[in-house]
């Protein structure tokens, strides 16, 4: 569902942000993407969903060239950012309306899914008001139901759960594994460890741009903890 070969991203100045980086995303996996501030995750990230060009290598999306079909690739893909920047002048209900449109989500369609994720997420008695005066933690989840009208084969996340109250982090845990059961797969950032150690089946640790660690999640932690694995293959390194 997503391949990344040899990616390299230089900033100006010549700082590399992500060298060589190799991942292969699979459909159903939920795949955990961790590492501390400045290791290159979000960059990583930005270049799969297209906001940031790179200099090296190629990103796959659903077997499509993110540089040559870029639309292509979108159309199938979801991306939720860390900070979610949305049209503060429309209401809950035009924007998820605006994303379905952009989707082709048909009316009947994005009518029960639109009440099925905003009951979940319990915004449902916000949609008709302004976005500009809803929370952080509501903004965030108004962008995760968006993400979620289209049913995305592959959906994007950038540290989800900053922001969720306990509840609204339980819902998107098990709207991933639902995504993820009907053949989506799911590659998202975190600092929070014990949660990517729960919910994922696969994990890649980088640090300095360079990828140090990937695999099966039982594989690379054995009998240890995700959190002490990841500072033993820090200190290491």
Not at 169 to 185: D, F, I, Q, R, W
Not at 201 to 229: D, H, P, W, Y
Request: aromatic share 6%.
């Amino acid at each position: 569902m997503l391949e990344i070969k040899n990616l390299t991203k230089v900033y100006k100045g010549g700082k590399k942000a992500v060298s060589n980086l190799n991942l292969s995303v699979e459909a159903g996996d939920i795949y955990g993407f961790i590492g501390h501030n400045g290791a290159g995750k979000t960059t990583t990230i930005k270049c799969i969903v297209g906001i940031h060009d790179f200099d090296e290598g190629e990103i796959l999306v659903n077997g499509m060239s993110v540089k040559e079909e870029p639309l292509q690739c979108k159309a199938v893909m979801a991306f939720i950012p860390d900070n979610p920047d949305l049209y503060e002048y429309l209401t809950g209900i035009q924007y998820l309306n605006f994303i379905a449109d952009i989707f082709d989500v048909s009316a009947s369609e994005r009518e029960a899914r639109i009440k099925e994720e905003a009951d979940a997420f319990e915004i449902t008695s916000a949609l008709g008001d302004l976005i500009s005066s809803y929370s952080h933690g509501m903004k965030q989840k108004l962008a995760i139901i968006g993400a979620l009208l289209h049913r995305p084969k592959l959906l994007i996340l950038d540290e989800p759960f900053v922001g969720l109250d306990p509840k609204a982090t339980l819902v998107l845990k098990n709207k991933m594994h639902e995504l993820c059961k009907e053949g989506s797969a799911i590659f998202f950032s975190t600092h929070v460890l014990d949660v990517a150690e729960k919910l994922c089946n696969k994990v890649a640790i980088i640090r300095g741009g360079q990828l140090i660690a990937s695999g099966n999640m039982e594989e690379l932690t054995q009998n240890s903890s995700l959190e002490s694995v990841f500072m033993e293959v820090i200190s290491n390194d």
